[in-house]
């Protein structure tokens, strides 16, 4: 027997959450070596005032002034993924007009709306559906679990000028590889300290 060559899919969790990225901070990001067909759900719902173009394998993603707010259910694949649903109601709190959220999957992703109202987002939760209606104004940053997943607190606003910390990191990491220094690449003012 020979050891079999296999090329490893890209990650579609992080392209999702590089889309968001763009969205919250109205940036441009191209990514390279995407299968939009894995990401179809999440494309439907971010083009809703985000600019998504796939060409040979790269997808380039631009961020709206203001977000439109969407309607999401998360379903199993090829459905809307609930590994998405954090970043995407983070999303939605900056979104103009009033969005819904029903996760259908995971008992505790609700759990994320209640750090997005500490720092002034407007969600109300009932059981496994949150109803957000976008806000208008700067969410004020502060320290916080990453409870949330990576997108609130990694990439604020343009508006933002104060500082945001992120405790308990095991939880990107074990989803993003070095999203720091990516980050970086991309022009935000982010540092991993002890």
Do not use: C
Not at 15 to 35: E, L, P, Q, W, Y
Not at 96 to 106: A, D, R, W, Y
Request: no cysteine; proline share 9%.
């Amino acid at each position: 027997m020979k050891g079999p060559r296999h090329s490893i899919i890209p990650d579609r969790i992080e392209a999702g959450t590089f889309m968001v990225f763009a969205a919250v901070s109205r940036g441009k990001i191209r990514m390279d070596n995407v299968i939009s067909a894995h990401l179809k759900p999440v494309i439907a719902k971010m083009k809703a005032g985000v600019q998504v173009n796939m060409s040979n394998g790269s997808m380039f993603v631009q961020g709206p002034p203001r977000l439109k707010a969407v309607d999401i259910k998360t379903l199993a694949h090829p459905g809307f993924p609930t590994d998405m649903q954090p970043p995407m109601m983070s999303v939605l709190t900056l979104a103009k007009g009033t969005s819904i959220v029903v996760e259908n999957l995971f008992e505790n992703r609700m759990q994320a709306a209640n750090e997005l109202v500490r720092m002034g987002a407007d969600i109300k939760v009932e059981g496994q559906t949150a109803v957000i209606r976008g806000v208008d104004r700067p969410m004020a940053p502060m320290s916080i679990p990453t409870i949330l997943g990576p997108v609130p607190p990694l990439s604020p606003p343009r508006w933002w000028r104060r500082v945001t910390e992120v405790h308990g990191l095991s939880v990107i990491d074990r989803g993003y590889l070095r999203i720091e220094e990516k980050l970086q690449n991309l022009g935000a003012d982010i540092r991993r300290v002890e």
